[in-house]
């Protein structure tokens, strides 16, 4: 597997506007009953308080990981519920990834006049290029990142299923 580094990209930004609550969009962040049917299709567990654990488990079918394995891991560092969340994140993908250190992660929830709710995701990479890499859709072996990710929960929330079904 070749792996770019992304050297110049310190904080990743992404914002969508998505027509659910803010609750709906807390709901599929957090809860394992909802984050599991978009994206990469990975159950992720919250201990929802400052100090709990944060993890992202190997969705099936992963061919270099066990079912329930950790494949990224962190702590809560603040827990707003439904307005702001704010983590550790550190990857578990491959050596080369763990050894990076860990990265921190904030997800803003704002509900606006339209009946929509804007979710912001600000992810500093800081010392990590490998992670900002994969995380920004610019690993061509990695999928879409975070643009893939906040996507697939946008048109899960919206139409009740995931892209491509």
């Known amino acids: 597997m070749t792996t770019t580094t992304q050297k110049d990209v310190a904080t990743q930004i992404y914002r969508v506007f998505i027509d659910a609550t803010p609750e709906a969009v807390w709901d599929a962040i957090t809860s394992p009953d909802w984050n599991a049917r978009y994206g990469y299709h990975a159950e992720t567990k919250y201990d929802l ?29 603040e827990c707003d ?49 490998i992670t900002a890499a994969l995380t920004s859709g610019n ?14 929960l946008k048109t899960l929330l919206e139409t009740g299923k995931a892209i491509g079904g």
């Open 49 to 77: 308080r400052p100090g709990g654990a944060y993890l992202v488990l190997a969705p099936s079918g992963d061919p270099t990981h066990a079912p329930t394995e950790p494949i990224i891991e962190g702590e809560v560092i």
């Open 81 to 129: 519920p439904p307005h702001r969340l704010v983590q550790t994140w550190h990857a578990l993908f491959s050596p080369e990834t763990t050894a990076e250190p860990f990265t921190r992660l904030t997800w803003e929830i704002e509900a606006h006049p339209n009946g929509t709710t804007s979710l912001t995701v600000v992810h500093e990479v800081g010392d990590a290029p």
């Open 139 to 152: 690993d061509p072996n990695a999928g879409g990142g975070w643009a893939w990710i906040i996507s697939d």
